[in-house]
């Protein structure tokens, strides 16, 4: 089964008096890298962050992953304090900074308490973040499964166009087989054509062990029936590997190259204007297949 490695996958869970939001996005990227914002959920959920990757890394092995953490919390009123020496240095240096600059204003306690650090949100310190920690998993999961079943339908719909290319391929290889044994005849009949008229000017002849022996040599310089018979192994090796219950898209990308190489020799070898319209025909659609592969985790 393919997985896509970008995806979205959202959801809630509820505490007791708490509610966490979880979102997690992936991007398509060489090597497995997180990314956690808690936002202004404070803090202490920052050490939360070895175990959301250890949550995240039982799902997704490959990829940017980017989980984006929001709380919100219901305060009850004696959960807020004010600070009073902090309100009171604000004070101070805005009194400072006014009659330096000789402004002549009254400074409005109401802006003052917008400041941070003036007012304290008592959230009941570690142990009460700790409790919390259940409820962020839960979030956590569920978005990671709606992540992943978004993932498993672009893969599903991966897997068929990669499939369908295979096809093709397949289909231009047979067309190459069968041309291949006509193109040393093809030669030969050209290289007899133009030496005769060459010949006959100078009124001399040549022997046909001569012209076998040369199209002979040819025969063998421009045969790919190795090339064909790797190329064909290739493809089956890719269908196997999409078929695989794990998706594996390092190997996939392996197998593109090899079967692009596969592809070049063919066209450099074969020495035919037929076959090398096919070679074009198959390295596009290889081509097309490794750029998805960059997608596939």
């Known amino acids: 089964m393919l997985l896509s490695m970008t995806g979205h996958g959202e959801a809630q869970s509820h505490g007791d ?10 991007l398509n990227s060489r090597y497995f890298k997180l990314v956690v914002r808690t936002g202004d959920a404070g803090e202490g959920y920052q050490a939360w962050e070895p175990r959301i990757e250890t949550v995240v ?24 304090q004010l600070n009073t020496a902090v309100l009171a240095q604000y004070r101070r240096q805005l009194e400072e900074l006014c009659d330096r600059l000789h402004i002549v204003e009254s400074i409005r306690m109401e802006s003052l308490l917008s400041l941070p650090g003036v007012v304290d949100e008592h959230m009941g310190g570690a142990a009460a973040i700790e409790e919390e920690w259940p409820v962020l998993e839960s979030a956590l999961q569920q978005a990671l499964a709606n992540l992943d079943a978004m993932r498993q339908e672009e893969g599903g719909a991966m897997a068929a166009d990669l499939t369908g290319n295979c096809q093709l ?25 133009r030496l005769n008229k060459l010949l006959h000017e100078f009124g001399s002849h040549i022997e046909p062990a001569d012209v076998v022996r040369e199209v002979g040599t040819f025969a063998e310089r421009s ?54 319209g096919h070679v074009v025909e198959i390295k596009s659609l290889i081509e097309r297949m490794r750029e998805m592969i960059q997608n596939i985790e």
């Open 17 to 26: 008096g708490v509610t966490f939001t979880v979102e997690v996005r992936t």
């Open 57 to 80: 890394r039982q799902r997704v092995r490959r990829g940017t992953v980017q989980v984006t953490v929001q709380v919100d919390r219901e305060v009850a009123p004696d959960q807020y």
């Open 169 to 193: 391929i397949r289909a231009g290889l047979d067309r190459i087989t069968e041309r291949a044994p006509l193109v040393a005849e093809a030669y030969r009949t050209r290289l007899t054509e």
């Open 223 to 276: 045969d790919i029936s190795e090339e064909l018979v790797r190329l064909r192994s290739h493809l089956d090796q890719f269908r196997g590997v999409v078929a695989l219950p794990e998706s594996s898209g390092r190997k996939l990308d392996f197998l593109t190259q090899e079967m692009f190489r596969e592809a070049n020799t063919i066209g450099s070898k074969a020495n035919d204007a037929e076959i090398a």
